[in-house]
């Protein structure tokens, strides 16, 4: 008799445990979050402070192709770096989307331009930013702010005019960096080492 009402009471209390409200909330507020960065120390200080907030369950990889070849479930945003290695992140949009279906679909950049911007967003991102972005900026991104305004048009620098050039380019070639440096008249690991670098900016 002991027994069975020890049994009676545990069974009670998981159930009250599965009816408890904040109990449901908490799991229905917890939102899949993919970061796709090859910088680790940046992906496992934005997977700290998501988590900490209670309502995110991160997945990092460093390859787009990686998290494409991973099983996958529809996921509420995926972070996405514009350039990972030999990879750039717009050729992945489109495949990503596919097989996560995030609501929001968010290009990270170092290299941030008019001509690569216009093609992330074509492609299906949501919205961009250019790094390095603070974590109020991503989360502002992640519930749904409408995308940066326009451009403000200044004249631009010798630089900014060959880095918009460069993306203008690249953006033509679908982002393919081997027909992108032919038709700038360059070696391929020369424009490679010009996209590594930071866009310059804008004062």
Same mark, same amino acid.
């Given at each position: ?31 899949? /979050? ?17 988590? *900490? $907030? ?12 990686? *998290? &494409? ?20 992140? /717009? ?24 001509? $690569?911007?216009?093609? *992330? ?20 991104? &992640? ?26 380019? &690249? ?11 032919? *038709? ?6 020369? &424009? ?8 310059? $900016?804008?004062?």
């Amino acid at each position: 008799m002991a027994a069975r009402s020890a049994g009676r009471k545990a069974a009670i209390r998981s159930q009250r445990s599965l009816s408890c409200p904040w109990l449901r909330e908490r799991t229905q507020l917890t939102k899949p /979050l993919l970061i796709i960065d090859d910088d680790t120390r940046l992906t496992a200080v934005l997977e700290r402070r998501f988590t *900490a $907030t209670g309502n995110y369950s991160v997945t990092t990889f460093d390859r787009a192709s990686s *998290a &494409l070849a991973a099983p996958a479930q529809p996921c509420y945003a995926i972070l996405l770096d514009m350039m990972i290695d030999d990879e750039l992140g /717009l050729e992945y949009i489109s495949a990503l989307k596919d097989r996560y279906q995030p609501q929001h679909l968010i290009i990270m950049t170092g290299y941030a331009s008019i001509a $690569t911007t216009v093609t *992330a967003m074509k492609r299906g991102a949501t919205d961009y930013l250019a790094k390095p972005a603070s974590f109020n900026e991503l989360i502002s991104k &992640l519930e749904g702010q409408p995308a940066t305004a326009a451009v403000e048009h200044k004249p631009l620098t010798a630089a900014q005019a060959e880095w918009e050039h460069i993306q203008r380019i &690249l953006a033509e070639h679908n982002g393919n960096i081997s027909r992108t440096a032919e *038709a700038l008249g360059m070696h391929r690991r020369s &424009l490679q080492r010009k996209l590594q670098k930071h866009s310059p $900016t804008k004062k």
